[in-house]
């Protein structure tokens, strides 16, 4: 198992990604960043064989990032061939269970590696490394790609162990900044799946206590952002070391067209389409890499769209058919208004372009931050697992959003929407006054001096420090 370049003096890291876009994403960001920042880190990353693509260009920009490849394990509810989370748009469970399996692989990678590494850093669904790490006597940092706040209330979630009893029945967070509270519909689908006493459900909560028990814990977030959280967690956690390292961003401009994926668009025609627009008339629409929108949603967004007279591009994720069902005629009768886009999306150019002034997002963390960066304000229609939470950060807290639909099979009424969509073009009220505010605090903290750039600096030197005298 032994491969060149990890026999050099230094610190080796193995990084373990869950196979979802959200989550891989900000992972390798992360990863580039520990890379670039210094060359006695060398790092292994796990992939298996249908997502050793993804790696590509971090192992060509970095000699001293390594793969490891292992065979993805099977699953009894895992279609054959399915190694990412894009695949299986409805249940995260199937994924992470068989992930799992490779922890057996990995001690015996360990075992017989000549210079095993001294930390690992893996995804929060992860949690199963925390033991592998505690079998071989190394430190493990968590990594989540979800908001501190979001994280913060994970933590409460798995330690206190809360039951309902109806779909409305409402969770409190009274020992959380703010004391927010959710109707348990709004809850984890894993830790609802739990408290339903599913079966393998149990070892779903030996792993998030692991993610609490971990050594270290980083967060693809900023202080300015979520300073009440960050503070939280250091309290719940019992130790300082927690990391808010982000937002996390391409590792240069010409990364940004294929981030995490490769466009189904050729993207200077969308930015020649965007470039006739005015500044800030036009929607972004988009429900991220998971979500798969009804009919009857897919028609509702449409009726608004062409009652609200903006300019929009609207980018859908295929069916698993392979099939997007827009209105018939739909696309034919919006050319001069809008730009359809089926499949993937280049969004980080979508955002950042001078022409978008408001973002219809189902509020995914890695969508919150691209949008945060971009300084464009959101309309937030939260669809399931931590996007309530992230909403009501949006919202509530921070003011850079609008709550226009809540629920992944929920309706919206087409008469507000098509009113709110205009109005998200048209007005230049509070949302997008902190919107801008939160878009300089955001490059602040990544630049040299700010406190996401400081809290890299120290997490990088707790990870060399046995190695640098």
């Known amino acids: 198992m032994a491969r060149s370049g990890c026999e050099k003096a230094g610190s080796h890291v193995l990084v373990i990604p869950f196979p979802a876009q959200g989550h891989m994403i900000p992972l390798l960001d992360l990863t580039h960043k520990l890379a670039s920042n210094n060359s006695n880190l060398t790092i292994t990353i796990l992939t298996t064989p249908n997502n050793q693509t993804l790696l590509t260009p971090i192992l060509s920009s970095h000699p001293s990032v390594h793969p490891l490849l292992l065979p993805f394990p099977s699953h009894p509810s895992l279609p054959g061939g399915v190694e990412n989370a894009k695949d299986m748009p409805h249940s995260m469970q199937p994924i992470i269970l068989s992930l799992s399996s490779l922890h057996r692989p990995l001690l015996h990678w ?3 590696h000549p210079s095993p590494p001294h930390f690992i850093i893996s995804d929060m669904f992860c949690g199963w490394s925390q033991q592998l790490a505690s079998q071989v006597g190394i430190k493990r940092l968590v990594f989540s790609p979800s908001a501190a706040f979001a994280f913060s209330i994970m933590c409460v979630l798995w330690k206190e162990l809360p039951k309902c009893t109806h779909q409305n029945e409402v969770v409190s967070f009274h020992r959380l ?25 149990e070892r779903f909560k030996d792993w998030y206590l692991g993610n609490i028990a971990s050594w270290g814990l980083v967060l693809n977030t900023f202080d300015e952002l979520e300073k009440p959280y960050l503070d939280f967690l250091k309290r719940e956690l019992g130790h300082d070391r927690v990391w808010a390292i982000g937002p996390l961003l391409p590792a240069d401009d010409s990364s940004l067209e294929k981030r995490g994926g ?27 890499s998971q979500t798969i929108l009804t009919e009857d949603q897919t028609d509702a967004i449409a009726s608004a769209l062409l009652k609200s007279g903006v300019h929009f591009i609207w980018s859908m994720k295929e069916a698993v058919n392979g099939r997007i069902a827009f209105p018939l005629g739909f696309e034919e009768g919006v050319r001069q208004k809008g730009l359809v886009i089926r499949g993937w999306a280049p969004q980080v150019v979508i955002l950042r372009h001078r022409a978008v002034g408001a973002f219809l997002t189902h509020c995914g963390w890695n969508s919150v931050l691209e949008s945060v960066v971009a300084g464009v304000p959101l309309l937030a229609w939260p669809m399931t697992a931590d996007q309530f939470v992230d909403a009501t950060l949006l919202v509530e807290q921070l003011k850079v959003a609008r709550m226009v639909c809540e629920g992944e099979k929920t309706v919206p009424d087409v008469e507000h929407l ?20 939160l878009q300089a605090a955001a490059l602040d903290a990544v630049r040299n001096g700010g406190s996401s750039e400081k809290d890299l600096g120290c997490l990088m030197g707790q990870l060399l420090l046995p190695f640098e005298k």
């Open 262 to 288: 490769s466009s189904s668009v050729v993207v200077n025609d969308v930015v020649s389409w965007l470039d006739e627009k005015d500044d800030r008339k036009v929607v972004y629409v988009c429900f991220g």
């Open 177 to 201: 900044p703010n004391s927010p509270k959710y109707p348990w519909w709004q809850v984890s689908p894993l830790y609802r799946s739990y408290a339903s006493g599913e079966a393998e459900m």
């Open 110 to 112: 360990f075992h017989s």
């Open 418 to 437: 098509g009113r709110v969509l205009a109005e998200s073009v048209s007005e230049n009220g509070a949302q997008k006054r902190e919107a801008l505010r």
